[in-house]
């Protein structure tokens, strides 16, 4: 049974940072991309980020320079950096690998 469990999520100010973890059991991350989605209240899900397995990373343009996107083969955990967090970053934060998405974890950015 494949599973993504992602933690990391909280509170911030803006300006602040939070890493968020993708850790998969059942699935190789290696061999497959993984993304990290977000959706905030009434709004769409949206593509913030994804690793391939050759390496290759992609960025939506809000996040870019901001957002990092890193992958720990041994721990088969897929990290999420974010810098600089502004209020319209606030969101559910999902990661995602094929066909299997994690629970979501909340990311508030306020004063």
């Known amino acids: 049974q494949v599973q993504l469990v992602e933690s990391g999520g909280g509170s911030v100010q803006p300006g602040g940072s939070l890493r968020l973890s993708c850790t998969g059991s059942g699935i190789n991350f290696d061999s497959n991309g993984v993304s990290w989605f977000r959706q905030a209240p009434g709004k769409q899900r949206e593509l913030v980020a994804s690793?391939?397995?050759?390496?290759?990373?992609d960025y939506a343009d809000s996040v870019k320079g901001r957002f990092t996107i890193s992958r720990a083969n041994a721990e088969n955990t897929v990290y999420l950096q974010m810098d600089n967090l502004k209020p319209e970053d606030t969101a559910v934060y999902y990661c995602?690998?094929?066909?299997?998405w994690g629970q979501g974890t909340q990311v508030t950015v306020s004063s």
């Open positions: 690793i391939w397995s050759v390496g290759f990373r």
């Open positions: 995602k690998s094929f066909i299997h």
